[in-house]
């Protein structure tokens, strides 16, 4: 199976009659770009910035985040690198940035809700971001976004630091992206709006399928609701990709990498793949397998499926 996967390094993502997507991949430390460009990853779908905090025992300065990002960004010449800004809470918990004991934490004071409330910890990353987007080509990409007014202030405190470094002279990419991560049922009921602030999507089906099924992963009692093939998630998945016809939509969750879900992405739209490393060639040369009117065929008939069931044995039946 390596051999015959070795026949897709240096290829283009493409499917069998020729649409090009992008597949990126998911890193979490600077160094994690030495794979990307070994695996053959097209760029940065999503890097987590929650290591440089986690492997630190204060908040890692403009600087020292500065320099991370840079790195990052040299390592990968003029692939696309999207870096999402602080994720932290939920079950993310880094001791000294003083959040407190939530009883639910995942519906909580976490990612952007928190770094809006923190300027002090907010501001040196999105400062550090913009420099390091004079180096190559960086997109900033906000987490657990859920309504309008969390895009507006980012965004807004993004202009006001630019007018900063204007006036000190510093360098960065005056076009610089801003997406966000549409991983909440609230943004996927409202993407179409989003799309109108947002210079992409990226979907997080990790948190999308939980929190549209209600269900906590680490459960084992109800984990058997977590699936990506509930029919809930995926008319979630697909109302996403439509809403965001006139940007660019991604997907960094686990989700994208899922074999029986790829000809539903092509079908529904989705422009860029998201995986880890270790799976790009195996993504690229499933891709590679469908064209887009049999894909279209295959989701149109997975969508009237009425249970996670029927939907998983249907797509092991069509796979290829
Ligand atoms: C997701 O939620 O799908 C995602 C990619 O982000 P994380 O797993 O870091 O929450
Ligand atoms: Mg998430």
Redo the contacts with the bound molecule.
Sequence with gaps: EKKELKKFIGKETVTADGVKVELCCNIGKPDDADAVLSKDGEGVGLFRTEFLYMDSSSIPTEEEQFEAYKKTVLKLGDKPLIIRTL?VGGDKDIPYLGLSKEDNPFMGFRAVRYCLHREDVYKPQLRALLRASAFGNIKIMI??VTCIDEVREVKAMIENIKAELDSENIAYNKDIQVGI?V?TPAASLIADLLAEEADFFSI?T??LTGYTMAVDRGNADVAYLYSAFQPAVLRSIKKIIEDGKDIMVGMCGEAAADPLLIPLLLAFGLDEFSVSATSVLKTRKIISQWTIDEAKEIAEKALTLKTESEVVEYLTSVAK
Excluded: A, I, R, T
Aim: charged fraction near 40%; avoid cysteine; hydrophobic fraction near 25%.
């Design positions: 994720d987490p657990l991560m991983e997080g990790n948190d």
